[in-house]
C-alpha cells in the first residue's frame, strides 16, 4: 500500500508512531511491520503524544499501518515476567495496589480516546489483521474504511482478559449487544463483507484501493464547513444518550448557533 505520508516531513516519529500533517490532514501511521504492528505502552504512550501535537489546522485524522498488517493487537512480551525493558510488566502491576492499576490502565486508554475529539474527523484504514488492541484502536476512529483482506478480531476474553482500551462501548453502539458479545466471547474473525454489512465498516474495497478511498473520504469531509461538521459530530455522538425530546431541543441550539453564526451575529 503506498505511503500517505512518505513526502511530509514528520511531526513526531518514535516507538512505532509516526505523525505527519498536510494542512487539514493529519496521518498517524504504525510503523513496525515486521511485528505486524504489534502494541505496547511504549506505541500507547507515542500515540497520546500523536494526539497532543496535532495542529489546529487539522480537521481529519488518518491512523493507517505500514506492512500487511493493521495490528496483531498487544505484544506478547507483555505476558511474559519480564515485560518490556523499563516498563512493570502485567504481573508486577496485578501485584501491586488498585489505586496504581487503574492508574496505569487509564493511561494505556489515553491513546485510545482523542480520536473522537470533537474538532475532528478520524479514519481508520484498515488492512489485514485487527486483532485484540488493533481492533480497539480501529473502533477508537470515528470511521473505518477496510480492505477486502481485513480480520477483526477480539481475542482478550481467550486470554482470560477483557477488552480494556475503550473498544467496547463502540462496538456495542455499531453492532448492538448480542453480536459484540458473540465477537468477544468466541474471538472469531469478522471479515470485510461481515464488517461492512453489520457497520463496523463504512466502506470495504479492495487491498490495492484502500489508500484512494480514504483520500476521497477525507476530501468529501473537507468539503463542508468545519463548524457544521464539528456541531453534525457532537449531534450524532450525543443521540444515543438523550431521549428523543432532549434531542430535539440539541437540534435546536445547534442550529441556532450555526444560523448566528452564518448571519455575522453569532458570539
Known amino acids: 500500500m503506498a505511503s500517505l505520508d512518505s513526502v511530509i516531513d514528520p511531526v513526531l516519529d518514535q516507538d512505532g508512531v509516526r505523525l505527519t500533517v498536510d494542512d487539514a490532514i493529519a496521518t498517524v501511521t504504525l510503523t513496525n511491520p515486521a511485528k505486524r504492528n504489534a502494541q505496547s505502552p511504549a506505541l500507547w504512550r507515542a500515540l497520546t503524544e500523536a ?19 493493521f495490528s496483531a493487537g498487544l505484544d506478547r512480551q507483555a505476558f511474559t515476567p519480564e515485560g518490556f525493558d523499563g516498563e512493570p510488566s ?44 488493533g481492533f480497539q484502536l480501529a473502533l477508537a476512529c470515528d470511521l473505518r474504511v477496510v480492505a477486502d483482506d481485513v480480520q477483526f478480531a477480539m481475542r482478550e476474553t481467550s486470554l482470560g482478559l477483557v477488552p480494556d482500551l475503550t473498544g467496547t462501548h463502540p462496538l456495542v453502539g455499531l453492532v448492538g ?20 454489512r453489520t457497520g463496523l465498516a463504512n466502506l470495504a474495497v479492495p487491498a490495492d484501493q484502500l489508500d484512494d478511498a480514504v483520500r476521497d473520504l477525507a476530501a468529501a469531509l473537507l468539503a463542508a464547513p468545519r463548524d457544521a461538521v464539528i456541531e453534525t459530530k457532537a449531534l450524532l455522538r450525543g443521540a444515543r444518550e438523550r431521549t428523543f425530546d432532549d434531542q430535539r431541543v440539541a437540534e435546536r441550539a445547534a442550529q441556532a448557533r450555526r444560523l448566528r453564526d452564518l448571519a455575522g451575529v453569532g458570539d
Open 90 to 133: 502485567f504481573i508486577d502491576l496485578a501485584r501491586g495496589d488498585d489505586a496504581t492499576l487503574d492508574a496505569t490502565i487509564t493511561e494505556y486508554q489515553d491513546a485510545f480516546t482523542w480520536w473522537r475529539r470533537s474538532d475532528i474527523v478520524s479514519i481508520a484504514a484498515v488492512q489485514g489483521h485487527a486483532i485484540g488492541a
Open 177 to 196: 449487544y448480542a453480536r459484540a458479545l458473540e465477537i468477544c466471547a468466541t474471538g472469531r474473525f469478522v471479515q470485510a463483507e461481515e464488517a461492512e
Open 51 to 69: 494526539g497532543r501535537l496535532l495542529p489546529g489546522s487539522v480537521r481529519v485524522v488518518v491512523l493507517r499501518a505500514e506492512g500487511k498488517s
